[in-house]
């Protein structure tokens, strides 16, 4: 339960997230196990980056792995995970297919982007279909890296600045 509830709090500051994470973050590696918080310099994420992103409030990472909903969409589930050192919390900021964008470009605000799960290789995605507990409209993984459509855009709109909230792995 408090998974499922994580997620309808994640599905609606995500994009707040991303853009604080697209604003103040660096393209350094993490060798560690676990990511440290990103300075306050305000360095840039680039495509290609791979990221974590946490909900500010509860403390919970936007995770996924391969468990499809058992309703709605039928897709791969996407949640909350509250463990740093998770590896199912990976994401990788891409440019959409239409973005003439290659990797190494600073992502700026106001961009549409893509977020792939890094170990299945699947788009964070948003559609119609309604989330199993909250009614809310559901957020998924789906395609891959030969499949992706508009449901896998996400524009970065800067809403807060959360500097602590951000963790950068690579």
Known sequence: PYRATAVVAMAASVLALAVALLLGASSRVDHGAAAAPVSEEGLQVTYGSTVKLMHEKTKVRLHSHDVAYGSGSGQQSVTGFPEIDDSNSYWIVRPTLDSSAKQGDAVETGSIIR???????????????????????EVSCFGGDGQSDTGDYWRCDCLKYVMHAIYLVA
């Open 115 to 137: 977020l792939q799960h890094m170990r299945t290789r699947k788009w964070l995605h948003s559609h119609l279909h309604a989330s199993p507990l909250s009614g809310n409209l």
